[in-house]
């Protein structure tokens, strides 16, 4: 830990300072402006519309955040050299891997909570507008749902680090990511989709059940932390559900970055 600390706090200033946060930032408030004015077209749904646009800006953002910071995170230190004179000194690759992927961590976590302040006070603007359509509301659904948007991402940014260690550029990680995050949010209604083809009146060979069915095993299943509908519509998540999740959370970013870091010390630099 000893170690790891001044690379993930290196990690997070180089995150801190790069240009392209800012315009996500300020792109993501825009956003959030827009939905105050968005939500006040439909008085009626005035509570779901707000408490979806929040959750969906935050989700938004923090995706373009990983995408177009944290994989250059990894990607600058390579292009530049710089990750020569870091691993000259006492510092293993896996413990080079592990720092930043905590330092982006850490990124990833302050830029969610600077949005969801904003995020949280746009709906309380609109709360004390329309007080009488936020009847099922609770803040302890929103609060929820956007802890589950940034393990989302922090599992998402675990993926685009085992990219990183096995290609050597930026762009080839990021589609790769890109792709990820598609197959993560559709693969579960896929799988339902092709394994019961006769209700949808279509006919999939086995071979096809057999791809989707592996890749619904090996891809995260990222819609498990998509509950915008149940925070919008006031409904109580299980806490079993939240237990799972959480534990799917921790063991599937750990063992994505462990391996990660165990083909980066087999990794040859250009």
């Not at 315009?23 to 968005?38: D, E, P, Q, R, Y």
């Not at 990183?164 to 990680?173: D, E, G, I, N, Y």
């Amino acid at each position: 830990m000893i170690v790891l600390w001044p690379i993930a706090a290196i990690t997070f200033k180089e995150g801190i300072r790069d240009r392209a946060l800012y315009g996500i930032t300020l792109f993501a408030l825009s956003l959030l402006g827009f939905s105050l004015l968005l939500s006040n077209m439909a008085p009626r749904d005035v509570g779901k519309v707000a408490v979806d646009m929040a959750l969906s800006t935050i989700s938004f953002a923090g995706l373009l955040l990983v995408l177009f910071v944290g994989i250059n995170l990894m990607a600058k230190d390579l292009d530049k050299r710089t990750i020569y004179s870091v691993l000259s000194r006492p510092v293993s690759r896996s413990e080079y891997v592990v720092g930043k992927f905590f330092g982006l961590c850490l990124l990833i976590v302050a830029v969610v909570v600077f949005l969801s302040i904003f995020a949280l006070l746009s709906i309380l603007m609109l709360k004390l507008s329309y007080p009488n359509y936020f009847e099922k509301f609770a803040w302890s659904l929103v609060i929820l749902a956007i802890t589950f948007e940034g393990a989302m991402l922090i599992l998402l940014s675990a993926i685009s680090f085992f990219f990183a260690s096995l290609t050597s550029t930026s762009f080839v990680t990021l589609v790769l990511t890109v792709i990820s995050y598609l197959i993560g949010n559709s693969i579960r209604d896929v799988k339902a989709l092709v394994e019961s083809p006769a209700a949808a009146g279509i006919q999939i060979s086995p071979v096809m059940v057999k791809t989707v069915q592996a890749a619904y095993y090996l891809f995260p299943n990222l819609s498990l932390f998509d509950v915008k509908i149940q925070a919008a519509h006031g409904l109580p998540i299980p806490l079993n559900y939240i237990l799972l999740l959480l534990l799917y959370f921790v063991v599937y970013s750990s063992l994505v970055i462990t391996l990660a870091a165990l083909i980066f010390r087999r990794k040859e630099f250009p």
